[in-house]
């Protein structure tokens, strides 16, 4: 059974702060990883979409990596804003699994 | 529409009532997912629809959660006999296909008395 940790489990930073979260997962056989930003009271927004086959994702300030042998994600957040300010999570799919397995998350603050 | 819709947006609702949840998707979207989240937990699969069929729902908790998509598109969520563990929010995600991105919805915050 596929299991994702989310570390750490939330975060305070100074504005401007270049961030870095981190995702792990038990199974390598994957089929995709996905990162998601969660806003307090909302739904779960995309951030970007990691295939088996890419090494890494990049929209704008982040950027997100895929080490499929350690099991490892991460999410790069360069100059981080107050607008930063959320729930940060990471799905797993495995494959040949309809399934997406969820973290707990990060949640992050990002004070002015 | 421009994104996926749930409603209602919140529901409070007593102990052993029946609740119905809904989702819209995004238009020509065949792959809907339900999920449930606590606080501050991530979200917990319940169950995959592809087309009008549930490809996976081995996620329900037990027989007094079932949902529907009968004509591929909307598809609601019924929950019998509410239990006080019940309460969570609710979310609903449709994507292109299989291993697409998802887009969620903004959640069913259920209450149960």
């Known amino acids: 059974k596929q299991e994702v940790t989310q570390i750490p489990a939330a975060l305070s930073v100074p504005e401007g702060e270049n961030l870095v979260l981190n995702c792990s997962f038990t199974d390598s056989a994957i089929y995709n990883l996905q990162w998601f930003r969660q806003d307090p009271g909302k739904g779960l927004t995309s951030l970007l979409l990691?295939?088996?086959?890419?090494r890494e994702q990049t929209s704008g300030r982040l950027n997100a990596s895929l080490d499929k042998s350690s099991g490892r994600s991460t999410l790069y957040i360069a100059a981080s804003q107050p607008g930063d300010s959320a729930t940060y999570l990471c799905?797993?799919?495995?494959?040949?699994?309809?399934?997406?397995?969820f973290g707990r998350g990060t949640s992050l603050i990002v004070h002015p | 529409g421009a994104g996926v819709s749930q409603t209602p947006s919140n529901k409070v609702t007593e102990k052993g009532k029946y609740v119905e949840l809904r989702c819209d998707p995004i238009?020509?979207?065949?792959?809907l997912y339900w999920y449930r989240q606590s606080l501050g937990q991530g979200p917990e699969f319940l169950i995959y629809?592809?087309?009008?069929?549930?490809?996976?729902d081995s996620g329900l908790p037990n027989d007094r959660f079932f949902a529907v998509r009968p004509e591929g598109s909307v598809s609601t969520l019924k929950i019998q006999r509410t239990e006080r563990g019940d309460s969570a929010v609710y979310l609903c995600a449709s994507a292109r296909g299989y291993g697409e991105t998802q887009y969620f919805g903004p959640g069913t915050r259920l209450l149960v008395l």
């Open positions: 990691i295939q088996s086959s890419q």
């Open positions: 629809f592809q087309g009008t069929g549930a490809a996976d």
């Open positions: 799905a797993v799919k495995s494959g040949g699994s309809y399934i997406p397995t």
């Open positions: 238009s020509g979207h065949t792959a």
